[in-house]
Structures are given as C-alpha cells and as structure tokens.
C-alpha cells in the first residue's frame, strides 16, 4: 500500500473507532510493520490532524475532525451497491473483504436515506462465484500492476504444454469462470492473456518495467481485436 493510500486508511480507521487503536492494531489491518504506523501517524500530526495519544496508549481521533462530504445521487450510490455486489463473484478474496470495508465506509457517511440501500440487500448480483485461483495470488498481480513490476510464472496452456513465463503485468479481466491476466509476456516478445486458473506458481521478479505500463496497455487496446492465446 502506498503511503498516501495508507495515510488515509489510518483516519479512517481513527475515525470509526470506538476507543483508542494501538500502532499494533493498525499495522496489523493495514500489513505494515508497527515502525511504519509511527511514522505514518507523525507525518498525520504533523499535518495538523488532530490524533491524540502515544505507544502502549493507543491512538484516537480528536472529535470534530471530517473527510470532504461524500455527495452521492440515488443512482450513484445504487451504481456503487451494484458494483460491490458484482466484486462478490470474482475469485479475488482481496477485492471481495475491499468491497465489505468500503460498503461500511460509505453506510457510515451517507444520508440515512441512502445508508439504507448498503443493508437492505435490494440489489443482487446474482450467479455462482468464480473459484478463487489455487496457485496465484490475484491481489499481488493487481500490486505488481500498480507498482509496474514483472512476474515470474509457471503457466500450463489448453493443450497442457508447461512454459515458464516472465511478464510484465498491464490488467486483470474478470470472467464468471476466471481472472485473466493481461501482460508483456517476454517469452513471446507480445501480449498475451493468462488464465489464472492455469497458472502453476507465480510470485514477484527482482525486475520492474517502470514508466511502460500505459504504453503496453495503449497497445493492448489496439490489438482486442486480434488477441492471440498464450
């Protein structure tokens, strides 16, 4: 998580806490070390975030601190109820436990009347959920998008030929039945689409393609039409 991600989700987490939350408990929701929380906190105090408290303690947010209004229309927040629904059929538990928090973020500071509509389950995304893939962790693939980092993988295709893949991860589509990754596949020298399903072990390359990712995805875009199979 990037620090200014992390700065937030820090405040928000202050913000709904019932008592003081100590650098351990904050550490632990976010998976940073307890060092990084005291920094993290520092820099939001020395911002004149009104955090009061101190280690062993625990941390709380003074009472009158807010976040800019969140202003939402009818239709804007039954499109968010929907898309948080959908997530709930992906096989990316990350995404899945994302879209509960944020489902509570937003209940918590919308109008009563829209509040209603994230517990009252009046829309359904309906159909069976894609199996969460054995040997790929989809929340590290969407990491290695952000941060523009290759991934070494072991890769099965239809017909059962075994290769091993290093690529340069540019998208994640989410189909009823998988996730497939969309990438540089250096292997290939072109993009290619790897089924998560098929995958056999993937995990971060010592190696980054900083600066590339918008170029490769432009080119990605311009050749939907004649995608080709990994």
Same mark, same amino acid.
């Given at each position: 998580?990037?620090?200014?991600?992390?700065?937030?989700?820090?405040?928000? @987490?202050?913000?709904? !806490?019932?008592?003081?939350?100590?650098?351990?408990?904050?550490?632990?929701?976010?998976? %940073?070390?307890?060092?990084?929380?005291?920094?993290?906190? /520092?820099?939001?105090? *020395?911002?004149?975030?009104?955090?009061?408290? =101190?280690?062993?303690? *625990?941390?709380?947010?003074?009472?009158?601190?807010?976040?800019?209004?969140?202003?939402?229309?009818?239709?804007?927040?039954? /499109?968010?109820?929907? !898309?948080? #629904?959908?997530?709930?059929?992906?096989?990316?538990? *990350?995404?899945?436990q994302a879209a509960k928090q944020v489902n509570r973020k937003i209940a918590g500071?919308?109008?009563?009347?829209?509040?209603?509509?994230?517990?009252?389950?009046?829309?359904?995304?309906? =159909?069976?959920?894609?199996?969460?893939?054995?040997? %790929?962790?989809? #929340?590290?693939?969407?990491? /290695?998008?952000?941060?523009?980092?290759?991934?070494?993988?072991?890769?099965?295709?239809?017909?059962?030929?075994?290769?091993?893949?290093?690529?340069?991860? @540019?998208?994640?589509?989410?189909?009823?039945?998988? #996730?497939?990754?969309?990438?540089?596949?250096?292997?290939?020298?072109?993009?290619?689409?790897?089924?998560?399903?098929?995958?056999?072990?993937?995990?971060? #390359?010592?190696?980054?393609?900083?600066?590339? =990712?918008?170029?490769?995805? !432009?080119?990605?875009?311009? *050749?939907?039409?004649?995608s080709e199979p990994a």
């Amino acid at each position: 998580m990037r620090k200014a991600s992390r700065l937030f989700e820090i405040i928000q @987490i202050l913000r709904l !806490a019932r008592k003081p939350v100590t650098a351990a408990e904050i550490a632990a929701q976010l998976e %940073v070390t307890v060092r990084s929380i005291y920094r993290d906190i /520092a820099a939001l105090q *020395g911002m004149r975030v009104p955090i009061e408290g =101190g280690r062993g303690i *625990g941390y709380i947010l003074r009472p009158g601190f807010t976040l800019p209004p969140l202003m939402l229309s009818i239709e804007e927040t039954e /499109a968010i109820v929907l !898309a948080l #629904a959908l997530l709930e059929r992906t096989g990316d538990t *990350g995404l899945k436990q994302a879209a509960k928090q944020v489902n509570r973020k937003i209940a918590g500071v919308v109008p009563p009347p829209l509040a209603g509509l994230f517990s009252d389950n009046a829309l359904h995304a309906w =159909g069976s959920p894609a199996p969460v893939p054995e040997a %790929v962790d989809l #929340a590290m693939v969407r990491r /290695a998008i952000r941060d523009e980092q290759k991934l070494a993988l072991d890769y099965r295709d239809e017909l059962g030929r075994a290769t091993e893949r290093t690529i340069r991860p @540019i998208a994640l589509i989410y189909y009823s039945q998988t #996730a497939n990754i969309v990438a540089w596949c250096e292997l290939r020298q072109a993009i290619r689409n790897f089924r998560a399903d098929r995958v056999e072990h993937c995990g971060p #390359a010592d190696d980054f393609f900083h600066g590339q =990712g918008e170029r490769l995805r !432009a080119l990605w875009v311009q *050749g939907w039409t004649a995608s080709e199979p990994a």
